[in-house]
């Protein structure tokens, strides 16, 4: 049946498969034309970070047309004007310049070569921002990553261009000796050994070992290694020194919440009963900000197990707190405690508004049998707001929910399993419920096929396994 203009945008949003199958059975693919222009500006990846861009996923759209003008004109433009953008919106739209490069389409071939020079030329007329971001320089690598693997087609083009890299990183670093730590390109490093080989990089190097610009590259590289190891070290000496409660405690009071994440590595290693000292701690303090400080350190679920009844009734009580700093924290911990007490409070707040949240997280990690019809429906309410929305916490705890407790899998799979498959925008997180549903017999021919087209290629890795 034909999709309607709507749902396919609605899919496309999401990065499905169906609307690859569906440009491939209509009968007019110019009926979409402008559909796909809206999806490449619109339909970027919920998580670049972890999913990569959709670029794939709309090539193979691009390349369903006779005539790619109109796409190259929108995306070559949209390249250049987010050329200094700190997002991933430079990377979606010249990773799928270069795959149209690659493919031999002259005019993306050009503009790629030009978007190499116009950040180069930035990035030795810039520097990082106030904040430490330079995002002239990570689109440059970004580039520099897209061109070696899609827009280089021969060993030979590949190589060269390789030793190019190097080369316009050491002439940076010449002009610019203290940005060290930006001109160090790990990523693309790893890229080309992949790419070339890791042997023949070593000969590539040996055989350029004169060049004074890719020694100075390689010497950077050698310099921010030993800088590395050398507050590893430092780290490791703190760790030994800070593993009881009492000590953590004791930074927490004197450090601002910008150390947590290195604090919490710490708590991690501490044994279990010092982290029950730590909850207790947090249950007698008196001070809002350091128990909130406390309550931030233990977000971690594996830990949130060492607070008694005290530590929840304390946590209750903050949750409702006058103290917005305060309240966060207690309900983001109060969504991975478990116990009667929490169970209680959640019903107790979903009775007041139906579409708590934060409530409805807690009742999910307090699931009990009987749960299944309340917990469909309060799913099903969640906003699907892209950015907004409630639905990819929402979505999360209800995967690690079936997961882990077979009375929840038999109430809820059937019904929430393809719904939260074909609302969510995480290509991630839908990987993971595909492999929910394959053992439990959740997925269709047509699903299969579908997928075969999704926008996460590991998606697209599985079913073919299948």
């Known amino acids: ?70 796409f190259y004109t ?20 010249e990773e799928i310049l270069a795959l149209m490069a690659g493919a031999g389409y002259a005019p993306a071939q050009e503009t790629m070569d030009e978007l190499y020079e116009l950040l ?76 070339i080989g890791e042997t023949r990089i070593h000969e590539l190097l040996a055989q350029k070992s004169s060049d004074p610009d890719i020694a100075r590259y390689l010497e950077n590289n050698r310099q921010r290694a030993a800088k590395r190891e050398s507050y590893q070290a430092v780290i490791q000496a703190e760790t030994l020194k800070t593993k009881t409660a009492e000590s953590l405690y004791e930074k927490l009071c004197v450090e601002d919440c910008t150390q947590i994440t290195r604090l919490r590595r710490i708590l991690r290693k501490c044994g279990q009963e010092e982290v029950e ?12 900000e ?34 917005e700093t305060l309240r966060e924290e207690a309900l983001t911990a109060l969504q991975e405690t478990r116990g009667q007490l929490v169970r209680a409070y959640a019903l107790q707040r979903l009775e007041q508004q139906p579409k708590d949240t934060d409530a409805l997280l807690m009742l999910i990690t307090n699931y009990e049998p009987g749960d299944g019809k309340r917990l469909i429906s309060l799913v099903k309410s969640v906003s699907l707001n892209e950015n907004n929305g409630a639905w990819h916490g929402v979505f999360s705890g209800v995967r690690e929910l079936i997961y882990r407790d077979h009375g929840a899998d038999k109430e809820l799979s059937e019904a929430l399993l393809p719904y939260m498959l074909h609302e969510g925008y995480c290509s991630w997180c839908r990987l993971c419920l595909l492999e929910l549903m394959q053992p439990r017999g959740l997925l269709t021919p047509e699903l299969i096929e579908e997928c075969r087209w999704d926008c996460y290629m590991e998606i697209r890795e599985f079913v073919d396994k299948l």
Request: aromatic fraction near 12%; charged fraction near 30%; charge should be negative.
């Open 277 to 288: 000292k730590l909850a207790r701690l947090y249950a007698n303090e008196e001070r809002e």
């Open 1 to 70: 049946m034909k999709m309607t203009k709507k749902q396919f945008r609605h899919d496309m949003r999401r990065g499905l498969g169906s609307c690859q199958l569906e440009l491939r059975r209509c009968t007019d693919i110019e009926e979409y034309r402008q559909d796909i222009l809206w999806g490449i500006q619109h339909a970027l990846a919920y998580d670049a970070q972890c999913e990569g861009t959709r670029a794939i996923y709309f090539f193979d759209m691009i390349e369903l047309f006779d005539d790619w003008s109109e």
């Open 74 to 93: 929108l995306i070559a433009d949209s390249a250049k004007r987010n050329i200094k953008d700190p997002g991933w919106r430079f990377f979606h739209y």
């Open 120 to 195: 180069l030329r930035a990035v030795q007329r810039g520097r990082p921002s106030g904040n430490g971001i330079w995002a002239a320089m990570d689109n440059f690598s970004r580039i520099c990553v897209s061109i070696l693997t899609n827009v280089m087609q021969t060993q030979e083009d590949r190589e060269a261009f390789y030793l190019r890299v190097l080369v316009d990183y050491g002439k940076i670093l010449a002009r610019k000796p203290t940005f060290g730590v930006h001109c160090e390109d790990k990523w693309f490093e790893m890229v080309a050994e992949e790419d």
């Open 290 to 323: 350091l128990r909130a400080r406390i309550l931030r350190l233990f977000r971690i679920s594996d830990s949130m197990s060492a607070f008694d009844d005290n530590g929840i009734i304390r946590m209750i009580s903050d949750a409702e707190s006058e103290n």
